[in-house]
């Protein structure tokens, strides 16, 4: 499936009206309720709604886009404390991995064979099985609201071609981030009817909610602050959506709210070893190797982490894929455990050890006098610095030749290969260290609408929640879904409201 291109489509129906309000300008609101842009022109009366966004990262504006589609009268303002969409930006090398397309040509198939009901149910199984923290509850029918396939289609609609790799990764063909980020802020930059005065996504960076509270009519009393001029405003929101994501802002707001918070802590790193002598392999990477996590310290029934994919070698420890996935599995257990283990790897699942003992056997009858270090079995699809590391740790001399290997030495090699072990020592602080474990426990949500079970028309969409995934695109996949969800529950919400 390697270059597949999704062509661009016209879009259906009105395009959504969208103003940003750049970080230059300011919106003073009066804490009487009314609210006003700088320009003096009033953005509504008490009759219009307003969702306020906590967060402006894919999730808190995917949300928003959606529920202006489905509300135009209703008024959204983001507030990021940072950069917005900042996570996307630099996500997969700066290509921006947006989802994982692996599904959709197994979908298909099942699709055509059996009912739609079933595939729906064996899709919900399968995408939800990419998530250490959430893979129970997403079983059901959150990714059949709004899945992998409906992303595409979005931003393909919206003038952002798209290909899929070999792996099952989704990114824009220009493999530029850019054009994912372009897409999310153009799309907030559109002009609705001029003869209305209503903002579809104000967007205001620099500033942070310090604190809410419900007020006696049932909305949410905000206060707004930007440290660096010293700014505090106060503001009365009718729908509130917290899309945080990692923050601790996000933590702190739902707290406040009555929500209870898993202890975040980091997912999906790579892993510190134990060994100088993997400085000499920095760089080498293994195409398919099978990882098996093993903790200290640790209960005896605490079950083992299996993942099998490509493995990067570094001069601090072992990365890749497989290693990426097995860290998100294991990463609460690794952090109670400070980060201590080991993991063993087969270097060649696909051979058994004894059939790896037979082909070195042939191998040194054929090679009886080439040097150990200079010639080893094809079939292993290895490089010759990682033989040479082998040897080095079987205490054999790679000047020596194959006819001098005795046969228990021949039999240690090939259990090498099979399980290799690796202290951990320690997590690496790498790029790819921006998931968290952790956050609102999804109990306390629906996630038929991302409602919150405790206050009516509070929100949570992202990484707030308690669900991470593994890497290659199924984090941001949860963003969008969640955000699309959210986005649809409150338009639909909105709209109810009279003009």
Excluded at 33 to 48: A, I, K, P, V
Excluded at 315 to 342: C, M, Q, T
Excluded at 446 to 475: Q, Y
């Amino acid at each position: 499936m390697k270059g597949v291109r999704l062509p661009r489509s016209s879009l259906i129906g009105v395009s959504l009206a969208v103003l940003l309000v750049r970080t230059s300008r300011r919106l003073d609101f009066a804490r009487r309720g009314r609210r006003f842009c700088s320009t003096g022109r009033c953005l509504g009366n008490r009759s219009e709604p307003l969702l306020l966004v906590a967060g402006g990262g894919a999730a808190g504006i995917y949300a928003s886009l959606r529920a202006k589609e489905l509300a135009p009268h209703l008024n959204v303002l983001v507030i990021e404390k940072g950069k917005p969409l900042s996570k996307v930006r630099i996500s997969g090398g700066g290509r921006c991995n947006v989802t994982n397309g692996n599904f959709l040509e197994k979908m298909v198939q099942i699709c055509f064979w059996h009912s739609l009901k079933i595939y729906e149910i064996i899709f919900s199984l399968g995408l939800a099985g990419n998530y250490p923290r959430g893979n129970k509850e997403l079983q059901g029918a959150y990714f059949n609201i709004h899945g992998p396939q409906d992303t595409m289609s979005w931003f393909s609609n919206h003038g952002v071609d798209l290909k899929i790799e070999e792996d099952g990764r989704v990114f824009p063909v220009s493999n530029n981030s850019s054009s994912i980020v372009d897409c999310l802020l153009g799309e907030a930059k559109k002009m609705g009817d001029s003869t209305q005065y209503f903002v579809v996504v104000q967007l205001q960076i620099g500033k942070v909610i310090s604190n809410v509270s419900i007020s006696y009519k049932g909305k949410f009393n905000l206060r707004i602050e930007k440290r660096t001029i010293d700014l505090v405003e106060d503001i009365e929101a009718d729908f509130l959506l917290v899309a945080t994501g990692s923050c601790q802002q996000g933590y702190k707001l739902a707290v406040q709210l009555g929500h209870s918070i898993v202890q975040p802590m980091p997912s999906i790193f790579t892993f510190k070893i134990e060994d100088n002598k993997l400085q000499s392999l920095s760089g080498i990477t293994l195409p398919k190797v099978k990882a098996k996590l093993k903790l200290e310290n640790i209960c005896k029934n605490q079950p083992e982490y299996t993942q099998v994919g490509p493995m990067l070698i570094t001069h601090w420890g072992l990365s890749g894929p497989v290693i990426l996935r097995l860290s998100a599995w294991g990463a609460r257990d690794l952090f109670l455990n400070e980060y201590k283990g080991f993991v063993y790897i087969d270097f060649i699942p696909e051979i058994n050890v004894e059939d790896l003992k037979l082909i070195l056997s042939q191998h040194r009858e054929h090679m009886a006098k080439q040097k150990l270090s200079n010639s080893f079995p094809s079939k292993f699809g290895l490089v010759k610095r990682f033989w040479g590391y082998l040897l080095d740790r079987e205490g054999l001399d790679g000047d020596e030749p194959w006819a001098s290997l005795a046969n228990k030495s021949l039999n240690s090699i090939a259990l090498l290969l099979k399980q290799c072990s690796f202290k951990v020592i320690g997590k690496g602080q790498f790029k790819e260290e921006f998931v968290t474990s952790g956050g609102v426990p999804l109990s306390e949500i629906t996630l038929s609408n991302m409602e919150s079970r405790i206050w009516k028309n509070l929100f949570f969409a992202g990484e707030v929640l308690n669900v991470d995934g593994i890497t290659g695109g199924f984090n941001f996949q949860n963003a969008w879904t969640g955000g699309y969800i959210a986005g649809t529950s409150i338009g639909e919400l909105a709209s109810t409201y009279l003009l």
